[in-house]
């Protein structure tokens, strides 16, 4: 029982922590133009293929480095040549061409990839076990991950409080009038904050190709995710998305990892069915069978009753 | 007798006071104007009064009825309409549809989805009514968004009054007009709040001084003196809130 | 009466739907006509949402897809004589509990409009569709439900063994949906879901609850979303998890947008272009999606109004009597336009292709070689540099033929 715990700990952080590289993104993003990016969980998907490919010819470490930033690249175009025009059409269509973008980037990877399953390895480096704890192996490529996404989260931590260009971003989240009136070139900054925006998801990708599959529907898998993410931690803010990412999670690892489900509750209350009962299926539910579910019940309940979201200022 | 009563009326905006206390009668058929330096609050108070703000402390009544903290579609069915500083107006629909969805509630649509719009002759008739009535009638299908600026003004005041409320609000309806366009508008005002109460924010001092019977000076949250246009005038401190702004004539 | 104004034109498209059949009437036709008519009531109960009511929603399946199951489960109960009733009455069911899941969900998530109702739309859409696969019983699962619509009591002689007796039921429901959606939008709780759409602060200070106003026209557009998939029950017999997901949700929004947000007009066009390219492109390239994908974002980048607002552009040149001004520089850019559509399609397609010879129009292509590669994208550069410069030119006479008339401007 303890092992599982503990495992399911282990996994619900790497989890978590992969999702916020995803997250940060999308809240700077938001929070900077005001726009939720639909496709970003397919530069996500961009970077875990870009990564494949290049690990076949030039090895994983290769993919790592210049898979993210072709996908920034990538990102900061889209940016400038279609979003900044779409901008001036309001709102939902801009929300409407990333959700386009997302199903043309779904198809175009089918396109130039395929349907099928890619097989995106881990690098030979770390595929040994990096601990045993109970009889259970944590793999050492896991502990990468986390390592990654820690770094990232360091990282970007350090930049948005200590740097000069983080300032102005952090300025640009609560006064983005403010801070083009101060004479900053407001239009670069976004291309640059969506091109690093979608860098990071193009990370993310990349670290986690080889362990989630490579494959064209990844993107779906987690987008709607990540977007609950951002929606529960409140719009706009990193720190809500933070804990948010950590919340998801280790709450769908831990649903996972248990076998619990409707019998033992309503063994608990001494209840019992028969099994022809017409809402058979409701008692007989299970937690590993509700886990995708949760994340979006979480998600309509925090907007239902904290339209802000958990740490979230903006509403719009 | 008071048509609109604020006691004590207070808000915050965090740690920040906007309103701090204000109390104001408004007597039936009066026309009051507001001034006051920039940043005095005047606007806020409008949001108070109308519903769009909910006050932090005191209270409101309009017609003895408490309104405050009510949501606006309430209070502007008891007969409050109010225009909006910056132009607010329905601007992807034409000028005459604007009109006519200030009327619906007045004249008992409410939110019903069986009456068709092309049978309401009554309704149709008295949308352009209120169009003749702000001089836009060879503008009626034209989309809104599109009106030049002090047109869209009229439409703005055209959407308050449609109703026929007892009591308008105007907030700044000759901001950024021109001379001869701010002297119609002010015409307009004189013709179509007749037999009605009038509260108006409002810069241009003689504006005020031209339309108002009363005047309430509010500064810094509070409202400093109510009296006639004679007696504000001579007020010293008003004069000193409002160093060379008042017109000596 | 607005109806009776615009008479003929609803009188030409019921004769239309009902004509139909005779002009095309392969098993093909009637089959993509079928989807149509479908495609058009469930593009047009989103538009009521969107286009209207300015409410953006990735969830609209969820009304169409339980209108479907319930529909598909009264096709049951009338299969097993639990119920007796003609199956022409199964889309108002699906449309029944369309607005039952409206009122309900509706209750709370059209508080705000914007992200936060977007978000709402999204979640529930996603709970909906993954609650789905566990209450296997009544969602059948992955394999979903199926009924038969030969059992209830005959119509004049019709089992509805046939797809074309079904065609005209659905033509029927289609032309009645329709109408009553056009007329919603001429009734003052239609008017103003328009004008809280645009300015719903306003909207509050002319006596309206804004969210009051919204609810109206959310439950309306699930009861037409439900009657569109008590249409698709009828039609296809059968229904799955897949007809109320995200993807299904993610159509009609590309349909309405395609075809034109806030023209009543629009998401009709959106439905019969996106189902005929659906079922005939599929046909001749399984890369159909992708060309689908881009048509969708070129037309948010480059016209936001869609195929219809397209058409609406040129009212006003139209009305000046100024449209052969602008037929010549048409022609002069669009040549090159479809020139340049024409060769990029051969190389993706090409590049895709694994045969010898690949055969594109009436040409005969050799992919292997160099030589069709370079020829291709020579003539699509040479193309693209044409349309871009004769662009300037459609913009001057864009320009003259809206221009105000000298006289009119005094």
Not at chain 1, 248 to 269: E, F, K, R, T
Not at chain 2, 238 to 249: C, R, T
Not at chain 3, 204 to 214: A, C, I, L
Not at chain 3, 324 to 329: D, F, S, V, W
């Amino acid at each position: 029982m303890l092992e599982v715990l503990i495992f399911a700990t282990l996994n619900g952080l790497v989890t978590g922590f992969l999702l916020f590289m995803l997250a940060s993104g999308l809240t700077l993003i938001f929070s900077m133009m005001g726009v939720l990016n639909f496709a970003h969980a397919s530069f996500y998907m961009l970077g875990a293929y870009f990564a494949y490919s290049l690990s076949l010819y030039f090895g994983f470490w290769t993919g790592l480095i210049f898979a993210p930033i072709v996908v920034g690249v990538l990102g900061a175009m889209v940016e400038r040549y279609g979003l900044r025009r779409v901008h001036q059409s309001g709102h939902v269509a801009e929300l409407v061409f990333t959700f386009g973008l997302a199903f043309l980037i779904e198809e175009s990877i089918q396109f130039f990839w395929g349907r099928d399953t890619k097989n995106y390895q881990t690098p030979e480096l770390l595929d040994f076990p990096l601990f045993t704890l109970l009889g259970q192996e944590f793999s050492a490529y896991r502990g990468f991950m986390m390592t990654i996404s820690i770094g990232i989260f360091i990282g970007l931590y350090y930049v948005l409080t200590k740097s000069r260009v983080g300032i102005i971003i952090q300025a640009a989240i609560t006064h983005p009038q403010t801070v083009s009136n101060l004479g900053h070139n407001v239009p670069l900054i976004f291309m640059g904050v969506f091109g690093m925006g979608t860098a990071l998801a193009g990370l993310a990708g990349v670290i986690a190709g080889p362990v989630l599959t490579t494959f064209p529907g990844m993107a779906t898998v987690l987008g709607s995710i990540v977007f609950v993410i951002v929606v529960i931690g409140g719009l706009g803010s990193l720190a809500g998305a933070f804990i948010a990412s950590l919340l998801i999670g280790l709450l769908q690892s831990y649903a996972i990892a248990s076998d619990v489900g409707m019998p033992d509750l309503l063994n608990l209350l001494g209840v019992s069915f028969e099994r022809g009962h017409p809402l058979n299926d409701l008692w007989t539910m299970n937690l590993p069978q509700i886990a995708p579910v949760l994340p979006y019940l979480l998600l309509v309940l925090v907007l239902i009753f904290r339209p802000t979201g958990l740490m979230g200022k903006r509403e719009e | 007798m008071a048509i609109l009563s604020l006691v004590d009326v207070k808000k915050n905006f965090g740690i920040t006071e906007i309103i701090r206390g204000v109390s104001l009668d408004i007597v039936e058929g009066e026309k009051h104007a507001i001034i006051g330096p920039n940043g005095a609050g005047k606007s806020t108070l409008f949001h108070l009064i109308s519903g769009r703000y909910n006050v932090t402390a005191g209270n409101i009544r309009f017609k003895e009825e408490h309104i405050e903290n009510k949501p606006p579609y309430e209070i502007a069915r008891m007969g409050l309409a109010r225009s909006f500083q910056v132009t607010n107006i329905f601007s992807r629909m034409s000028v005459f549809e604007n009109i006519r969805c200030a009327l619906f509630w007045s004249m008992d649509y409410g939110y019903s989805f069986w009456h068709l719009l092309g049978r309401q002759t009554e309704l149709n008739d008295a949308a352009m009514h209120v169009l003749e009535q702000i001089g836009l009638t060879d503008k009626a299908k034209f989309p809104s968004g599109e009106l030049a600026y002090a047109q869209q003004r009229a439409l703005e005041l055209g959407i308050a009054i449609a109703s026929g409320a007892e009591l308008i609000m105007l907030d700044e309806p000759v901001a950024g007009m021109s001379h001869s366009e701010a002297q119609n508008t002010v015409e307009l005002i004189r013709k179509i709040t007749e037999g009605k109460t009038l509260i108006m924010v409002e810069h241009d001092m003689n504006i005020v001084f031209d339309v108002a019977d009363r005047i309430s000076v509010l500064v810094y949250g509070e409202i400093i003196a109510t009296d006639s246009p004679e007696n504000i005038r001579a007020n010293p401190k008003v004069q000193e809130a409002y160093l060379g702004e008042v017109p000596s004539a | 009466m607005a109806l009776l104004k615009n008479s003929s034109i609803w009188i030409a498209f019921l004769v239309t739907l009902l004509g139909l059949p005779l002009v095309f009437d392969s098993i093909l036709a009637i089959s993509i006509m079928n989807q149509i008519a479908i495609a058009i009531v469930f593009a047009l109960s989103y538009n009521m949402l969107l286009g209207q009511g300015g409410m953006l929603s990735f969830g609209h399946a969820v009304y169409f897809g339980l209108g479907g199951f319930l529909s598909v489960h009264a096709l049951i109960l009338i299969e097993f004589e639990t119920m007796v009733f003609s199956i022409l009455w199964i889309p108002l069911i699906g449309g029944v509990f369309g607005l039952l899941a409206g009122v309900f969900i509706g209750s709370f998530s059209t508080h705000k409009a914007g992200t936060v109702f977007a978000m709402i739309s999204l979640g529930i859409g996603e709970l909906i569709a993954a609650s789905s696969l566990i209450f296997s019983s009544f969602f059948g699962g992955e394999a979903g439900i199926s009924g038969d619509r030969t059992f209830g009591p005959t119509f004049f002689g019709f089992d509805f063994a046939q797809n074309i007796e079904i065609y005209y039921v659905a033509a029927v429901w289609a032309f009645i949906a329709t109408v009553f959606m056009y007329l919603f939008t001429q009734t003052p709780a239609g008017r103003m879901a328009n004008a809280v759409r645009d300015n719903p602060e306003r909207a509050e200070f002319v006596g309206y609850s804004s969210r009051k106003v919204r609810f109206i026209s959310f439950c309306a557009s699930g009861l037409f979303a439900g009657i569109a998939g008590g249409l698709f029950a009828l039609n296809y017999e059968f229904i799955t998890e897949e007809n109320l997901n995200a993807a299904t949700s993610g159509r009609v929004l590309l349909m309405a947008y395609i075809g034109g947000l806030g023209y009543f007009i629009g998401p009709i066009i959106g439905a019969v272009v996106l189902t005929l390219m659906n079922s005939l492109l599929s046909n001749y390239s399984e890369l159909w999606m992708l060309y689908l994908g881009i048509m969708f974002l070129l037309t948010v980048m480059f016209l936001p109004r869609g195929f219809a607002g397209f058409f609406m552009m040129h009212q006003l040149a139209w009305i000046r009597g100024n449209m052969k001004m602008l037929i010549k520089p048409y022609i002069i850019t669009g040549i090159p336009a479809v020139l340049f559509a024409v060769c990029v399609i051969a190389l993706i397609e090409m590049s895709h292709t694994e045969d010898e010879v690949f055969h594109y129009l009436a040409l005969e292509l050799n992919p292997a070689s160099p030589i069709t590669w370079i020829v291709l994208l020579g003539i699509a550069g040479g193309a693209f540099y044409a349309v871009k410069r004769s662009l300037l030119q459609l913009n001057d006479a864009w320009e003259t033929a809206n221009a105000i008339p000298k006289e009119e401007e005094a």
